[in-house]
Every structure is written in structure tokens, then in C-alpha cells.
């Protein structure tokens, strides 16, 4: 098992937000995690990351058996673990192309032409990075950035939000080509559209009021949950 979260509790300053969240990623997995917005669903991959807004008040989180629960985000970094944010910053005065260098240069990556392709950043790279970049361009850069570290655990934050049909093919197809490689993949989404994209997800979590109200196959979950909503969704699923 490479990442497993036990009965985890996440807090915003005093107020909890993530409620006794249990979890399971294999290698080379992909999770879908799916909610209205406001059910935690942002708040639990910055936990797993250990960015600094939020704080474990509760439970455990175990990566590749080693305990990270209270343990620094770049630290989590160096183990493997990358994120894409839903809203990355615009950096003026420094270069795509130069980040995207620093990285290949510290992991080795090998591939960077074949993502590239997938992702369609070349035009991108003299730019400064996200600066004027529009919602289809962001997203692609940042999961670029991702993929260039070869993560063991890729954790993506609604990339399908905001963008255009075009560029959700090509995110689906980067992270289908990630998943290839051997990436674990936790893929937040409220809208769903891109899991119609994906060639294979592994499972379909359902978050809603700070808790997983119900986990499942994509062939099971996403066909109720995508005509009904979730909250008349998760009922008849729960019959």
C-alpha cells in the first residue's frame, strides 16, 4: 500500500473540516475524489501534502510505511509527493521553461519531450510562469511541472476546472500517460466531466460535509452520481 489515511481529521484553525477520512492508494492507482463544493475535498489533499494552512487534529497518515503525519511539506516532497494547486500563482520575471529545467535537473526526467507533446506547453514555455495564462494553460503547466518530478503520488486539485474541452483531453491524457509510469493519482473534480476521458479509474470516492459517505467503482458510482447529483445519488447508491 503506498498511502493510507487512518480515521484522519483535518482543521482549519479551530474549525474541522475533514471528519474520520479513511483511505487506501495502491501503486499505480487512480482515486477519484467527488463533492459539491465546500465538502473538503481541497482541504484533504493539502493535508496529505502538509501545507501549512491546515492542521491534523486527528488520525493518521502512513506514505510508502513511513508516518507523515506530522511531518514538513517539502519532506513529503523528497518521499515523492507533488500537488497541483486549483489555483496556481502567477510568477512574474521567472521563466516556465527555467522551473521546468530546475526540475529535470533535480529528478532526471527523461521523458520531457513525450509530456510536452501531451500537454501542449511548448508555446508556453518563454512565458513567465501562470502570468496572463488562461484556465486551460494554467492547468496544463502546473500538471507538467507535476509530472516532471516523477512522483510517486500525484495529488491534483480539480485540473478539470475552468477549461476547455480541448485542454481536458489533453490532462486526461497526461494523467492516464502518469498512471502508465507507475504514479499513484488522486484526482479531485466537482464536476466529474473529466473521468469521462480517463481509460481506467480505480475508485470513486463521494465526499460530502467533511467525510467519504461512500466509496465504489466507477462503473457503479459515476453513472448515478453524474445524472442524479450527490445527495439523491448517494442515497440510492446506498440502497
Known amino acids: 500500500m503506498l498511502l493510507k489515511l487512518s480515521r484522519l481529521d483535518v482543521c482549519i484553525e479551530a474549525k474541522k473540516i475533514v471528519n474520520g477520512v479513511d483511505l487506501s492508494v495502491g501503486k499505480g492507482e487512480l482515486h477519484i475524489i467527488m463533492g459539491p463544493n465546500g465538502s473538503g475535498k481541497s482541504t484533504l489533499l493539502s493535508a496529505i ?19 507523515i503525519t506530522n511531518m514538513p511539506s517539502y519532506e513529503r516532497a523528497k518521499l515523492g509527493i507533488a500537488l497541483a494547486h486549483q489555483h496556481p500563482p502567477e510568477i512574474k520575471g521567472v521563466k516556465f521553461n527555467e522551473i521546468a529545467k ?38 496544463r ?15 491534483l486539485d480539480e485540473p478539470d476546472s475552468g477549461v476547455d474541452i480541448e485542454s481536458i483531453e489533453s490532462i486526461a491524457n497526461a494523467i492516464d500517460y502518469l498512471v502508465s509510469r507507475g504514479s499513484s493519482v488522486i484526482l479531485v473534480t466537482h464536476t466529474g466531466i473529466i473521468t469521462n476521458k480517463l481509460s481506467r479509474i480505480n475508485k470513486v470516492h463521494i465526499m460530502m460535509n467533511g467525510r467519504f459517505v461512500y466509496s465504489g467503482y466507477p462503473d457503479e458510482v459515476l453513472p448515478i452520481v453524474m445524472k442524479f447529483g450527490y445527495s439523491k445519488g448517494v442515497k440510492m447508491l446506498a440502497k
Open 49 to 67: 501534502m502538509g501545507l501549512p494552512r491546515v492542521r491534523i487534529c486527528g488520525g493518521t497518515i502512513v506514505f510508502n510505511g513511513i508516518d
Open 141 to 155: 503547466a502546473e500538471l507538467f511541472l507535476v509530472m516532471l518530478q516523477s512522483p510517486k503520488l500525484a495529488l
Open 102 to 139: 530546475a526540475i529535470i535537473k533535480k529528478c532526471g526526467c527523461s521523458d520531457y519531450s513525450i509530456m510536452s507533446k501531451i500537454l501542449k506547453v511548448d508555446d508556453l514555455l518563454h512565458r513567465d510562469l501562470f502570468v496572463g495564462f488562461s484556465g486551460g494553460e494554467k492547468k
